[in-house]
């Protein structure tokens, strides 16, 4: 697979994207490309297929046509090592997803001793850095239905950032939360940005799109309408689709 000279190095490279749900085609040929240490905010209208698109970079959804390249490695490939692929990824979803049944802790070191082999301790020592990171080190030993919202969606961030992933995608983080647990969430994912994190992020918090994201991408209608820096998309945009959606919600 021949990738174009500007975007050999990129993290996540998209060329051609199309995505059917039966007779309903939801991606109309997507294409573009986040960079290495890059934060790219994509926003737009429900049903615009904001959501289906972060899904298929890492194949949660299949494509159904059209090449998704991570790090240089086809994961649309049939011959492809998802899985491998899939363990440079780290993801966050709109609901938190924690196992009801397992402390903090164990919700992060589970999946290093079984994904990563990782003994124990090791993974014990990953899970409590990270938990630092995130602000919930007194967290360790409580269990998810004692944690606000805002705390179980942190303890994800950091269960994500124990794999060691090369970049993480979030599938609106922040919109099963209520307002005032907002604030943390974005907190940590503005100091994962700050590290040089790889960020696809579908939100629509447009104050964090317009501070932390280095792009910001417009969907409606299953295609990208518009794409470019935050200050020109949501300061002074051009499509009058992107002007309608933002005059609602800015």
Do not use: W
Not at 55 to 70: A, F, H, K
């Amino acid at each position: 697979m021949t990738v174009t000279a500007d975007r050999g190095a990129a993290a996540i490279d998209v060329q051609q994207l199309h995505k059917y749900f039966g007779d309903n085609e939801v991606l109309k040929g997507i294409d573009f490309h986040i960079g290495r240490g890059e934060v790219v905010c994509v926003i737009g209208p429900s049903g615009s297929g904001k959501s289906t698109l972060l899904r298929c970079v890492n194949l949660l959804e299949q494509p159904t046509s059209g090449t998704i390249l991570v790090e240089g490695d086809e994961i649309t490939d049939p011959d492809a090592d998802v899985d491998a692929l899939r363990a440079r990824i780290g993801m966050v979803f709109q609901q938190f997803n924690l196992f009801p049944h397992m402390t903090v802790l164990r919700n992060l070191t589970v999946a290093q001793e079984k994904v990563l082999k990782r003994g124990r301790a090791e993974a014990t020592q990953v899970a409590r850095a990270n938990l630092e990171k995130v602000g919930l080190s007194d967290k360790a030993d409580a269990y998810p239905a004692h944690l606000s919202g805002g705390q179980q969606q942190r303890v994800a961030i950091a269960r994500a950032l124990s794999m060691n992933p090369d970049m993480m995608l979030f599938d609106e983080p922040t919109s099963a939360l209520d307002p005032e647990l907002v604030g943390d969430v974005l907190a940590v994912m503005k100091d994962l940005a700050s590290e040089g994190m790889t960020m696809m992020v579908v939100t629509h918090e447009m104050g964090f799109a317009r501070e932390v994201a280095d792009k910001v991408v417009f969907m409606d209608g299953g295609v990208i309408v518009e794409e470019g820096l935050p200050a020109d998309v949501l300061g002074n945009p051009q499509h009058e689709r992107t002007q309608a959606f933002l005059s609602r919600v800015l």
